[in-house]
């Protein structure tokens, strides 16, 4: 297998996927991303433009959410459905016809979304979109309703003509407040078409904000810090987005013909500038940037001129429903990310266990699973190794029965007796071997008169200057003149200098005494030559 | 039943803590606290605790296992070093070699005296010899390579030798040990 296709096989395995569905009034969009190994994977599901059969939005919207269950008629499966309601009466229908001639394989592999929630856009016309610096001190993410509510305070709400969501983000150094509004009847319309009930945690979120994260996921807001108005360009309507790389903060949806492309620019240019100066507080926008259809009939730089900035283009599709789709997908693979949720409020809350985070959990689990295998075999290659030294330890017969500190204590007395036994045998210097090497060495013509040795073990020598270890001869030499000093000196200190054995033990050689004497009328030198140990 | 028995408030903080953990980061907080509580208190804490019990038997018992090939490893050097002495060397023993030695030499003893030291070395004590003698340069010489190569060690601390006309006379001290309960006078 080639690393190709095992980056291909690997890129098939999701860790996360999503669901975005984007209702328009000419047909739904479904896109489906799996976050793998090697990024998002992206699978257009459903474009009612190339189906085969025209159907209504919420006949298309049903069937996808028919498909969704898995080929299971909802009116038969899912508890949730109104049974009794007309749009599940009709789904059931949906399920085999529109897309019969679809591949067995895309229905298997839909089960997989049978119970994972879907981000579905709405409308930006639906949505009442604020943003303004924030007056207090509120929450950093709160909602109209308090999470805490029990169902029927849920259900209380449904009472609530419009639905709240807010979310306080901080940008520079302000507090900005983001308030989304939609009326209920648009969810229940929503709920009508596509038989996806608000109360099953789906998320709701504006289109736009769905944009901004799929245009962000193209080509990233650089840099980090600022303000920057994107423009998402379609083929007859876009989209001017507000925003910092973590938050849309304004938008305004544009629509245009050819011929007014660059003035609705423009406008809504200066219109959200006006709203980051005024309501934001903030400096102004920072950088513009375009991403889509860039076709403009005018020169941009006409555009720059009316701006007075430079505009930057970036890579990224043009800007559609599956556009938009590809956005609210991606919101699915972060359920926990800070975003908008319009039926928030009538939602019940999520249980704790639906909520905990299991993934991370069983993955400190398994790390102490692990742990507890590599500590328990570390003990065990101990225990091992105790085992051994103790049959080791217990095969010493005389030592069974005694304790450490007798052991040490034999030690002791062992170590006091070997010591300096070692010592006085370790016999370095052989006088009979030292005796012939001075018989050897001496010149002929002279004679012995004297030798001392000594070879100190445990007492110190008296007399310093001689050593621990020495040999000291007294030797005669004949003086052919009186008070001359005879060459055999000289040659009697070389000699013993050179010796092999002497240099060995006594290197040391020194001449310390020379005296002339005459005895029966001849003359003679008498001298004392010192060999001595290194010490 | 079972439910009147819990006191109400034990109910109230029940609820107050859930109410708490409906938080994501909370609950977030509170899932890993406890799943990194059981890996450390349930499987750290206890697997160290053994491997830490282990490991210092183990360390002990290797202690133990030096000590013991220490003891046997001086105890071989000991005997050893003691093969060359004598089974149980006395004054006598050495006062009767060093006789042997001096008449297979050759040389004429003039004294033999052993001055006891007061240097031990583990069961023996060391005891000086100071022998006197004299003879030719070739008998003495003999008499000196005789007790530096002999099977029973002898150590010679001091030598002096004289030529006096056709002889050499020689001080010798020799430096032997004596096992301690064997110390008797030559």
Redesign the interface.
Same mark, same amino acid.
């Given at each position: 297998m080639s690393i190709d296709d095992l980056q291909a096989r690997l890129s098939r395995v999701p860790r996360r996927s999503g669901t975005g569905l984007c209702l328009t009034p000419g047909g739904a969009y479904r896109v489906r991303a799996a976050r793998t190994l090697f990024g998002v994977e992206t699978d257009v599901l459903d474009a009612d433009a190339e189906h085969p059969r025209a159907l209504s939005t919420g006949e298309r919207a049903r069937a996808i959410y028919a498909r969704m269950r898995g080929a299971v008629p909802p009116s038969a499966g899912s508890p949730s459905e109104p049974k009794d309601s007309p749009e599940a009466a009709g789904t059931s229908d949906y399920t085999g016809s529109p897309f019969e001639d679809e591949p067995i394989e895309l229905e298997v592999e839909d089960r997989e979304y049978r119970a994972a929630p879907v981000t579905i856009g709405l409308r930006a016309s639906a949505v009442t979109f604020l943003s303004e610096v924030q007056p207090e001190n509120p929450p950093v993410q709160s909602s109209s309703s308090d999470?805490?509510d029990s169902r029927s305070e849920s259900e209380d709400k449904r009472s609530q003509s419009v639905l709240t969501d807010k979310l306080t983000v901080p940008v520079g150094k302000q507090q900005i407040q983001l308030t989304a509004k939609v009326r209920f009847t648009e969810l229940e319309s929503i709920q009508a078409e596509t038989g996806l009930s608000a109360d099953e945690l789906h998320r709701y979120e504006p289109e736009p904000w769905a944009a901004w994260r799929a245009s962000n996921h193209y080509a990233p807001f650089d840099p980090a810090r600022g303000i920057h108005l994107r423009f998402l360009l379609g083929e007859n309507e876009g989209l001017a987005i507000l925003g910092t790389p973590r938050w849309p903060l304004a938008w305004q949806v544009l629509s245009y013909d050819d011929e007014c492309k660059a003035e609705a620019i423009l406008q809504a240019y200066h219109l959200l500038n006006v709203h980051v100066r005024r309501r934001l507080k903030l400096d102004g926008i920072t950088d513009v940037t375009v991403q889509g259809n860039d076709g403009l009939e005018e020169d941009w730089a006409e555009v720059e001129q009316g701006m007075g900035m430079e505009i930057f283009g970036v890579d990224g599709p043009v800007y559609d429903e599956n556009f938009t789709a590809f956005g609210l997908a991606l919101g699915s693979l972060d359920p926990?990310g800070e975003t908008l949720n319009l039926a928030r409020s009538i939602q019940q809350?999520p249980s704790?266990l639906a909520?905990?985070?299991?993934g991370?959990?069983g993955f400190?689990?398994s @790390?102490?699973v692990c742990?507890?295998l590599v500590? =328990?075999d570390? /003990?065990a290659g101990?225990?091992a190794?105790?085992g051994q030294?103790?049959r080791?330890?217990g095969s $010493?017969t005389w /030592?069974n029965g005694r304790s450490?500190q007798q !052991?040490?204590q034999?030690?002791d007395? +062992?170590?006091? #007796?070997?010591s300096?036994?070692?010592k &006085? !045998?370790k016999?370095e210097l &052989?006088?009979?071997r030292a005796? %012939?090497s001075v018989?050897t060495e001496l010149p002929a013509a002279t004679?012995?008169?004297?030798?001392?040795?000594? %070879?100190? $073990?445990?007492k110190r020598n008296p007399n310093k200057s001689l050593g621990e270890r020495y040999l000291q001869i007294e030797a005669g030499a004949p003086s052919r003149q009186p008070g001359m000093a005879p060459p055999e000196i000289n040659d009697a200190v070389r000699a013993l200098e050179s010796n092999t054995y002497m240099k060995e033990v006594l290197p040391r050689v020194k001449l310390t005494d020379v005296n002339w004497r005459q005895r029966a009328g001849s003359g003679f030198t008498v001298f004392s030559v010192l060999s001595s140990s290194k010490e | 039943m079972i439910e009147s028995g819990i006191p109400p408030h034990w109910k109230e903080q029940w609820n107050d803590l +859930?109410?708490q953990? =409906?938080d994501?980061i909370k609950?977030?907080f509170t899932? !890993?606290g406890?799943?990194?509580a059981?890996?450390f208190f349930? $499987? *750290?804490r206890p697997?160290?605790g053994?491997?830490a019990h @282990?490991?210092s038997?183990?360390g002990?018992?290797?202690?133990?296992?030096d !000590?013991?090939h #220490?003891?046997?490893s001086?105890?071989a050097?000991?005997d050893d070093?003691?093969g060359?002495f004598p089974q149980t060397p006395t004054e006598n023993f050495w006062t009767e070699h060093f006789l042997e030695g001096i008449r297979s030499a050759g040389v004429a003893l003039a004294e033999l005296e052993s001055e006891p =030291?007061k240097?031990q070395?583990? %069961?023996?004590q @060391?005891v000086y010899f100071n022998l006197d003698v004299s003879g030719e *340069?070739a008998h003495v010489?003999g008499l000196?390579?005789w007790i530096? %190569?002999n099977e029973w *060690?002898a150590?010679?601390?001091?030598?002096?030798?004289?030529?006096r006309l056709s002889r050499i006379e020689a001080n010798l001290t020799i /430096?032997v $040990?004596v096992a301690r309960e064997g110390l008797h006078g030559a």
């Open positions: 999470r805490e926990r809350k704790l909520m905990a985070p299991w991370e959990a400190i689990l @790390v102490c742990m507890f500590l =328990q570390h /003990a101990l225990r190794q105790l030294v103790q080791q330890t $010493v /030592a450490a !052991l040490e034999e030690l007395l +062992l170590r006091r #007796e070997v300096p036994m070692s &006085y !045998l016999r &052989y006088f009979s005796m %012939d018989a004679w012995l008169v004297s030798v001392n040795g000594g %070879d100190h $073990v445990w | +859930l109410k953990l =409906q994501p609950l977030q899932v !890993l406890i799943a990194a059981i890996g349930g $499987v *750290y697997m160290d053994t491997i @282990v490991r038997e183990l002990a018992g290797k202690r133990r296992l !000590l013991i #220490e003891v046997e001086l105890r050097k000991r070093l003691r060359n =030291q240097i070395i583990g %069961d023996f @060391v *340069y010489r000196i390579g530096e %190569d *060690y150590r010679i601390t001091r030598m002096n030798f004289k030529k /430096a $040990v």
